[in-house]
């Protein structure tokens, strides 16, 4: 009945735009340490951002100035709004609060 769950993945052309969604359900991640990690076909999953609950934001250097990570505490959601994307941001993107995962969500970028 813990879960996250992730949405918005697709496909998208280079220079486009796609949005990650992710819910809680069964417990409020308002105190937690949130990220996106991401994992592309045989490479190690890496983290991409993170939120603190105090709204701080950290980014990957990949992803810097090209992806935003935010938070609604009153919704229980994170976000990861990804503009100009490129086909090596092609990987599954994972929710990720201080007690579990989510099941990821599919992102592919094509040239």
């Known amino acids: 009945q813990v879960q996250l769950v992730e949405s918005g993945g697709g496909l998208v052309q280079a220079g486009g735009s796609l949005r990650l969604d992710c819910a809680a359900f069964g417990y409020n991640f308002r105190l937690n340490v949130m990220d996106w990690y991401r994992q592309a076909p045989g490479k190690q999953r890496e983290l991409v951002a993170t939120?603190?609950?105090?709204?701080?934001?950290i980014y990957a250097d990949s992803v810097k100035g090209r992806f935003t990570i935010s938070r609604d505490n009153a919704k229980n959601t994170i976000t990861l709004q990804m503009n100009s994307l490129k086909p090596e941001d092609t990987a599954v993107y994972y929710c990720?609060?201080?007690?579990?995962w989510g099941q990821g969500t599919q992102v592919t970028v094509s040239s």
């Open positions: 990720k609060s201080e007690r579990m």
């Open positions: 939120v603190t609950p105090s709204g701080i934001t």
